[in-house]
């Protein structure tokens, strides 16, 4: 089949959805430099101004950065398994938490943690403790609900990379008389990067952008981006001010994967065969 | 070398079941009798179920939801058909700037994400229509639909769709008969990975529901905030069995394999 000019006009219906995005995304920096008197910079000044929205930022991007180094730290152990033992079940293992909403999934914690959950629910009955303990509504519940959220994303990232260098190349190394320790510090460690970097990448921006898991999990002190985000637009209805967030948010999230990205270059240009 | 691989068997055993488990036992308290949430529940019934069931409030926010993900996944499984056939087969000026603006969702923070489709369905003055959430659904699973069918399209020989038309079969039917059934695992894929995005959306949809229009994940979210019922379980148990049939009829249609591959 030929494709000539007009059937450039095929492409028009998903245009138009992207002018869509588009306007959604104009219309939004419009409005976050909107203040109390038409245009100005008032909501935005506000996060070099305010303690309050500049500990928020900060925190954020601290929370955003231990789930990202937890959720690594755990994916890649179990990528390397699930690269070694190819099994149908493992995958699904993976891929159902990815399928149930959010939503759900954090829920299951809160079942766990809560007041009435199993944990105190357990401590209580033992006699170890009296009142139920607070295990949620802290920095810690957070943590663990987007490790716990986002961790599929980080597995199955590590996943297509390991796939392709485990067998070939670490069986070479192995066969020219690597230990198998070198083996995975010379060969298949550096090989897996760009896979780590991908993982963080898309764990940080989640965890960044996430508002279900703080606001379920964490107390009035866990205050995330996201949540802040959302009670500025339900609780307080200030657009302008939740639009100025979100722009934050976004500019912030953008200079914040630029390390990721780096270090997938590098890794990548030490590659042996790699063009550039 | 025998150690480490028990080693790393045991730790990938623990990570399934740290997976697994807030699932698991939201499914195990959603059986209890009580009127508030215990676990382990005191004895077994289908109370919540039955409760559940028989709330209209639940049943339309079901309905909402399922046809929410079934307008999303069709148009933008036709829509990004469409352009990827282009995008797959000719220069397209700008083709960069294109694919990046269909990955834009997937890479903007998702609380952005949300103020920005509140920003647009405001804009055309859809807030708290059901027309206002499909616009942003619509938009919010371009990503996943786009790139499993342009890899499908990319890993088909186009030499055979030549090969037809050589031997006289017209440009419709060697479309029908070739280019379709060649590139029918990859519409199935897209269709049912955005089907389930769309279905699960909260984030973006909590700032867009009306005044008697809500999703399922959203009535969830608001449940959550202000009350303990087990309801609440019950309903994410339900969802989950959907979820696991959902699994089984993928794996029937495309296997699971292709369709990880495919949303990386």
Redesign the interface.
């Known amino acids: ?1 030929t ?1 000539g000019r007009a ?2 006009l ?2 028009l ?3 138009g ?2 002018i ?6 104009s ?2 920096v419009g ?1 976050a430099m909107t203040g109390e008197e038409g245009s100005s910079l008032t909501y935005l000044r506000e996060f070099v101004e305010r303690p309050e929205l500049i500990r928020i930022f900060f925190y954020t991007h601290q929370i955003a950065a231990i789930t990202t180094v937890i959720c690594v730290a ?1 994916a890649y ?2 990528a ?3 690269a ?1 033992r190819p099994r ?1 079940i ?8 990815l ?7 954090t ?6 943690l ?1 007041p ?3 944990i105190n ?1 357990a401590l209580m009955d033992i006699g170890l403790i009296e009142r139920p303990l607070r295990l949620m509504f802290n920095t810690g519940g957070v943590v663990l609900g987007l490790v ?1 959220v986002f ?2 994303f980080a597995v ?2 590590i996943l ?1 990379v390991y796939v392709k260098i485990e067998t070939s190349l670490s069986e070479a190394a192995a066969a020219l008389g690597a230990r ?1 320790g070198q083996v995975f510090t010379r060969v298949v460690l550096p090989l897996s990067i760009p896979g780590v970097m991908t993982a963080a990448t898309i764990v940080y ?2 965890s ?5 898991t703080p ?2 999990l964490g107390g009035q002190r866990q205050t995330m ?2 949540t802040m ?2 009670n500025q ?2 609780v307080f209805f200030n657009y302008p001010a ?2 100025a967030s ?2 934050v ?2 500019i912030s ?1 953008a200079i914040a994967v630029i390390p990721f990205q780096l270090v997938d270059r590098w890794a990548t240009r030490k590659m042996p065969g790699h063009r550039s | 070398m025998k150690l480490g691989t028990a080693l790393l068997t045991g730790l990938a055993m623990a990570i399934f079941i740290f997976i697994m488990a807030p699932i698991m036992i939201v499914v195990l308290a959603s059986f209890t009798p009580r009127g508030y949430l215990e676990f382990p529940p005191q004895g077994v019934s289908l109370r919540w179920y039955a409760e559940v069931l028989a709330s209209p409030i639940w049943l339309r926010a079901f309905g909402t939801s399922v046809a929410l993900a079934f307008i999303s996944a069709t148009v933008t499984t036709f829509v990004c058909f469409l352009a990827a056939l282009v995008t797959t087969r000719r220069k397209v000026p700008g083709q960069s700037l294109f694919e990046l603006l269909v990955q834009m969702p997937l890479l903007l923070p998702h609380a952005a994400l949300a103020m920005a489709m509140f920003s647009l369905v405001l804009l055309i003055g859809l807030r708290g229509t059901f027309p206002g959430l499909v616009v942003a659904h619509l938009i919010i699973v371009l990503p996943f639909v786009y790139r499993p069918i342009v890899n499908g399209l990319r890993q088909h020989d186009i030499s055979v769709e030549e090969a037809a038309m050589t031997l006289g079969a017209d440009p419709a039917t060697t479309f029908r008969k070739i280019t379709l059934p060649m590139i029918r695992p990859a519409l199935i894929s897209a269709f049912l990975f955005s089907f389930i995005v769309s279905f699960d959306e909260v984030t973006v949809s909590v700032f867009l529901i009306g005044v008697d229009l809500t999703t399922l994940p959203v009535k969830i979210l608001s449940d959550i905030q202000n009350s303990a019922s087990p309801a609440i379980a019950a309903v994410s148990t339900m969802l989950m069995c959907l979820t696991l049939a959902m699994v089984y009829v993928i794996n029937r249609l495309v296997g699971i394999r292709m369709f990880v591959e495919n949303r990386a």
């Open positions: 089949m494709f059937s450039l095929l492409m219906p998903c245009i959805l992207l869509g995005l588009v306007t959604g995304i219309s939004l409005q755990i152990p179990l390397a398994f699930m070694r149908l493992y995958l699904i293992l993976i891929l159902m938490p399928m149930v909403s959010i939503v759900v999934r829920y299951g914690w809160i079942v766990i809560g009435r959950g199993l629910t716990h961790i599929p199955l990232s297509a198998p921006l989640l960044l952008g996430a508002i279900v606001l379920l981006l996201g985000i959302y637009m339900l939740a639009a979100a722009l948010l976004t999230a």
